[in-house]
């Protein structure tokens, strides 16, 4: 299994309510990234889990919160989000740097509408 | 500190010409690279990477790409473009320090004349 799978692909959730989303990978991986992608934009960074552990934080808002549960599981708890919030959600996991395999494998994303 | 710079917005070849996209990254050791591929709405799939040894790396779909320290350069090249190669291509680089950042260029949308 070389892939990473997000669910849901599409969601539409109210600024008053609470959601997740999941990402999962086996392959092995040991570091787990969350990203936002804007439209005409590249990707930016917001979490970055190592070894089921919370290593980066890119000063995200409060009302996104990770969980890694596992090593093959990765969440991203939404709470009162606002419109702004809305964006494409990438998820995305990696080996140890020491493999020469080493490279990022991305999910295909939730779009996500805060309305 | 560390960057990334793909210099084209927009790129319009012609389907069956030769397409070359440029990226230039700023970073004092020497890089990985990476060129991903993301089709509208879509995530972003790995096409090449480059972590040491021969310079010209090949990729899927017949991309290439050819590191060239002295310019701090990773240009993405492929002989032959077809109509399914439209696109948006991102540069990036992966920080070597313990963070495992994953730094994205601008991005270039690729349109391709049929």
């Given amino acids: 299994d070389t892939e990473v799978t997000q669910t849901p692909k599409h969601l539409v959730m109210g600024m008053t309510n609470k959601k997740s989303l999941k990402c999962e990978q086996h392959m092995g991986h040991r570091a787990m990234y969350w990203y936002k992608q804007k439209a005409k934009k590249p990707p930016e960074l917001m979490f970055v889990y190592s070894y089921e552990k919370l290593s ?3 000063s995200v808002p409060s009302r996104f919160s990770p969980e890694c549960p596992n090593s093959s599981l990765l969440n991203l708890h939404l709470h009162a989000l606002q419109p702004e919030d809305s964006a494409l959600y990438l998820c995305a996991s990696s080996q140890d740097r020491r493999r020469r395999t080493y490279g990022y494998t991305f999910g295909s994303g939730t779009r996500l509408t805060v309305v | 500190a560390q960057s990334v710079t793909q210099p084209d917005i927009h790129i319009t070849v012609s389907e069956g010409a030769s397409l070359e996209l440029r990226c230039n990254y700023s970073y004092g050791a020497t ?3 990476f060129w991903y591929v993301q089709s ?18 090949q990729g899927i779909k017949g991309f290439e790409a050819e590191f060239k320290r002295s310019q701090s350069s990773f240009n993405l090249r492929k002989p032959s473009v077809h109509w399914s190669d439209a696109a948006e291509y991102f540069c990036a680089v992966a920080l070597m320090d313990s963070s495992y950042k994953l730094i994205f260029g601008s991005g270039t949308r690729l349109l391709v004349r049929p």
């Fill in chain 1, 56 to 58: 980066i934080n890119e």
């Fill in chain 2, 31 to 33: 890089p990985y690279l």
């Fill in chain 2, 40 to 57: 509208p709405g879509q995530g972003l799939q790995l096409l090449l990477k480059y972590f040491s040894g021969d310079t010209l790396v």
